[in-house]
């Protein structure tokens, strides 16, 4: 008979104090089952009883908080019979969930074999992996585990492609290990080409106005798991609720920029306090009601290659009246390549590729809604939050698609920094790229000065990363570009050639592939990217040198 549920097992960890750990199983309906925690040696420290009960025939106990460490062996006794679990530690769980750059391996990202080769280092970083499972009905349990519970090998950790073990979840682990020296504990649950819709449960999509029908969902080329609502929360994430965790890690919306993109500002704060409230709820209130939560604002878009053809001369590095423009739209990939056999290209005309923004503006309004149309994490709507900015990660020639960028580190780095700050209540811990505090209209010169909450590192001038809209355009707004003039220290000049008259907007790093690797125009000293924003700017009066603007997040909807 099987006492435990599924996802017990040896080499656990179970959360530390001050929470306490739920631990709960199946049996015999009405029968008691004594739970016992005892030292390596065999003294018995802890014993708790519960009786099993209601209809599927389950028991729960809360564990008395612990603290760090171990091994300690984890008994459930109903009877003659028992089942015992070894090598249980006490540390921080944390959940990993989304799509496929959270299922990407640690087999596929950048410096492999080394990740792969550094998992002996890391005994007390357990890992564990549900299997891909969908259902119509909430589970109680996990149907099957990929991975059960397991001391990291390079086998493990680099199982196969999108399988197991989850690299970013991997390596943000490791770095909590390294910062805290608390045994950690990681639960992956991701699915690749999954939309949020399946991720969450009937109450999020009725709070957001989302069918809730399983025949509601047309399916969609761009993705390769299931996106009926519910099926995954459903299978995935339900059967997990009565764990006791330490936070959550969330690393999707790639999918959302082709399903209900502008509701994304709803589904994502209300998946995030639902799961809140059901794992508190799940945990018999061991998990806390403000469960710290991280997510990866995403990056990568379909981009236009636009190829200047400059007839009978070099090449196109300033687009003119004597160039033809030729636009190819297709997605940055390893080995992709255009067929020119009938372009309008006359003999001996030279081409020049210059990349250019997609008038598709989908994943660009995906980064702004991750943040509830706010811009910065943790905002109101979503308190205990933190964001990875990965605009700057791309990774055009990755065999996996430019889709799946191969630098993990530096997610799971930013990652950590907000997790130490968040989580954990480092107060000294920069988590935050630059954001923008004040604007300064200086009319008769045509500048706009934008005063930022940290000094700036200027990595380089990009003439289109910045862009106004001018009160003297119809509506809906044609964005306009606004060059880069200077970079102070916490100081950007724009010059405003194309706006002359009233700002009313202001917006940074709007494209569907804002920048090359780790070459956005704006950073801090410590290396993070400043994130992208959309801002309605208001008259506020006069101010020593211009006409002063209040900036104010904008909603898309």
């Given at each position: 008979?099987?006492?435990?549920?599924s996802?017990?097992g040896?080499?656990?960890?179970?959360?530390?104090?001050?929470?306490g750990?739920?631990?709960w199983?199946?049996?015999?309906?009405?029968?008691?089952?004594?739970?016992?925690?005892?030292?390596?040696?065999?003294?018995i420290?802890?014993?708790?009883?519960?009786?099993?009960?209601?209809?599927?025939g389950?028991?729960?106990?809360?564990?008395?908080?612990?603290?760090?460490g171990?091994?300690?062996?984890?008994?459930?006794?109903?009877?003659?019979?028992?089942?015992t679990?070894?090598?249980?530690?006490?540390?921080?769980?944390?959940?990993?969930?989304?799509?496929?750059?959270?299922?990407?391996?640690?087999?596929q990202v950048?410096?492999?074999?080394?990740?792969?080769?550094?998992?002996?280092?890391y005994?007390?970083?357990?890992?564990?992996?549900?299997?891909?499972?969908?259902?119509?009905?909430?589970?109680?349990?996990?149907?099957?585990?990929?991975?059960?519970?397991?001391i990291?090998?390079?086998?493990?950790?680099?199982?196969?492609?999108?399988?197991?073990?989850?690299a970013?979840?991997?390596?943000?682990?490791?770095?909590?290990?390294?910062?805290?020296?608390?045994?950690?504990?990681?639960?992956?649950?991701?699915?690749?080409?999954?939309?949020?819709?399946?991720?969450?449960?009937?109450?999020v999509l009725q709070a957001?106005?989302?069918?809730?029908?399983?025949?509601?969902?047309?399916?969609?080329?761009?993705?390769?798991?299931?996106q009926?609502?519910?099926?995954?929360?459903?299978?995935?994430?339900?059967?997990?609720?009565?764990?006791?965790?330490?936070?959550?890690?969330?690393?999707?919306?790639?999918?959302?920029?082709?399903?209900?993109t502008?509701?994304?500002?709803?589904?994502?704060p209300?998946?995030?306090?639902?799961?809140?409230?059901?794992?508190?709820t799940?945990?018999?209130?061991?998990?806390?009601?403000l469960?710290?939560?991280?997510?990866v604002?995403?990056?990568?878009?379909?981009?236009?290659?636009?190829?200047?053809?400059?007839?009978?001369r070099?090449?196109?590095?300033?687009?003119?009246a004597?160039?033809?423009?030729?636009?190819?739209?297709?997605?940055?990939?390893?080995?992709?390549?255009w067929?020119?056999?009938?372009s309008?290209?006359?003999?001996?005309?030279?081409?020049?590729?210059?990349?250019?923004?997609?008038?598709d503006?989908?994943?660009?309004?995906?980064?702004?809604?991750q943040?509830?149309?706010?811009g910065?994490?943790?905002?109101?709507?979503?308190?205990?939050?933190?964001?990875a900015?990965?605009?700057?990660?791309?990774?055009e020639?990755?065999?996996?698609?430019?889709?799946?960028?191969?630098?993990?580190?530096?997610?799971?780095?930013?990652?950590?920094?907000?997790?130490?700050?968040?989580?954990?209540?480092?107060?000294?811990?920069?988590?935050?790229?630059?954001?923008?505090?004040?604007?300064?209209?200086e009319?008769?010169?045509?500048?706009?000065?934008v005063?930022?909450?940290?000094?700036?590192i200027?990595?380089?001038?990009?003439?289109?990363?910045?862009?106004?809209?001018?009160?003297?355009?119809?509506?809906?707004?044609?964005?306009?570009?606004?060059?880069?003039?200077?970079?102070?220290s916490?100081?950007?000049?724009?010059?405003?050639?194309?706006?002359?008259?009233?700002?009313?907007?202001?917006?940074?790093?709007?494209?569907?592939?804002?920048?090359e690797?780790?070459?956005?125009?704006?950073?801090?000293?410590?290396?993070?990217?400043?994130p992208?924003?959309?801002?309605n700017?208001?008259?506020?009066?006069?101010?020593?040198?211009?006409?002063?603007?209040?900036?104010?997040?904008?909603?898309?909807?």
């Open positions: 008979m099987r006492h435990f549920a996802y017990y040896d080499h656990m960890v179970l959360q530390k104090k001050p929470s750990a739920v631990v199983g199946h049996g015999e309906l009405g029968a008691m089952v004594t739970v016992t925690l005892s030292e390596a040696s065999g003294l420290i802890m014993e708790k009883t519960a009786q099993v009960k209601g209809p599927s389950t028991w729960t106990t809360v564990l008395d908080p612990m603290d760090r171990g091994p300690y062996a984890l008994v459930a006794e109903q009877g003659l019979e028992n089942v679990l070894q090598d249980i530690y006490f540390g921080d769980v944390w959940l990993c969930s989304g799509q496929s750059n959270m299922a990407m391996t640690v087999l950048a410096n492999a074999s080394q990740e792969l080769a550094a998992a002996a280092r005994p007390y970083v357990r890992v564990f992996a549900a299997a891909p499972a969908r259902s119509d009905v909430e589970l109680e349990d996990l149907e099957q585990i990929d991975l059960p519970w397991s990291p090998t390079a086998e493990n950790l680099g199982h196969g492609n999108f399988t197991y073990f989850s970013v979840c991997w390596l943000l682990g490791r770095s909590l290990y390294e910062a805290l020296g608390s045994p950690i504990g990681l639960v992956e649950v991701a699915w690749r080409g999954t939309p949020i819709e399946a991720w969450s449960s009937r109450r957001c106005g989302l069918p809730e029908d399983t025949g509601s969902t047309s399916p969609h080329q761009h993705f390769s798991g299931p009926t609502p519910s099926v995954l929360w459903n299978a995935m994430i339900h059967p997990l609720l009565n764990m006791t965790l330490r936070g959550v890690a969330w690393y999707q919306g790639e999918a959302n920029a082709f399903l209900n502008d509701q994304y500002n709803c589904t994502f209300a998946l995030i306090t639902d799961w809140r409230r059901a794992f508190h799940g945990s018999v209130g061991q998990t806390e009601p469960l710290p939560f991280g997510f604002q995403v990056w990568w878009g379909e981009r236009q290659v636009v190829l200047g053809v400059c007839p009978g070099g090449h196109c590095k300033h687009m003119d004597s160039c033809q423009v030729l636009k190819i739209p297709g997605r940055a990939h390893s080995g992709l390549s067929d020119l056999s009938h309008p290209l006359s003999p001996g005309s030279q081409l020049s590729t210059y990349r250019r923004w997609s008038a503006d989908s994943f660009a309004r995906l980064r702004w809604h943040t509830a149309d706010l910065l994490v943790p905002n109101a709507r979503m308190p205990s939050t933190f964001m900015v990965a605009m700057d990660l791309g990774d020639h990755s065999p996996y698609g430019s889709i799946h960028p191969r630098d993990k580190q530096n997610v799971a780095h930013r990652l950590l920094l907000g997790a130490r700050a968040v989580a954990y209540g480092d107060k000294d811990v920069v988590f935050q790229g630059p954001y923008p505090t004040r604007a300064i209209l009319v008769t010169r045509g500048l706009l000065n005063t930022y909450s940290q000094e700036l200027c990595h380089q001038r990009d003439a289109q990363a910045f862009e106004v809209c001018c009160s003297s355009q119809a509506s809906p707004c044609q964005w306009l570009p606004a060059p880069v003039l200077a970079v102070g916490r100081m950007v000049t724009l010059a405003l050639s194309g706006c002359r008259t009233l700002v009313l907007g202001l917006r940074y790093a709007w494209a569907e592939w804002p920048c690797y780790q070459a956005c125009p704006l950073y801090n000293p410590q290396g993070l990217p400043a992208p924003f959309l801002l700017t208001l008259p506020a009066g006069n101010a020593a040198g211009g006409r002063e603007l209040l900036l104010l997040p904008s909603s898309i909807n």
